[in-house]
């Protein structure tokens, strides 16, 4: 089992930032990849970002150039930095871990106003 505890979401006006961090504990050894994903009122889920244990990293097509993942090894924690956020972007955001199977954190709400 993992445990993914996510914090950092909010209401920001457009074109501002915001960093999400999601901690993960349990059986952390076994973690292949973490990403963030993201689902908007009446959509389906999608990936955000993703970043796989070699460090390689890979994003959705809407928000490269604009957000970036990274990870603290020693705190067991990911990150998603989020710049020049839109409105478009508002979502719960999710964690989530492969190890090798689907974990998810509780969500949080990310709210982008016009």
């Known amino acids: 089992q993992v445990q993914l505890v996510e914090s950092g979401g909010g209401l920001v006006q457009a074109g501002g930032s915001l960093r999400l961090s999601c901690a993960a504990s349990?059986?952390?050894?076994?973690?292949?990849?973490m990403g963030w994903y993201r689902q908007a009122p009446g959509k389906q889920r999608e990936l955000v970002a993703l970043?796989?244990?070699?460090?390689?990293?890979n994003y959705a097509d809407s928000v490269k150039g604009r957000f970036t993942i990274s990870r603290d090894n020693a705190k067991n924690t990911v990150y998603l930095q989020m710049n020049s956020l839109k409105p478009e972007d508002t979502a719960v955001y999710y964690c989530?871990?492969?190890?090798?199977?689907?974990?998810w954190g509780q969500g949080t709400q990310v709210t982008v106003s016009s």
């Open positions: 989530n871990a492969q190890a090798p199977y689907n974990f």
């Open positions: 349990g059986n952390i050894f076994r973690i292949n990849a």
């Open positions: 970043i796989i244990s070699s460090g390689t990293t």
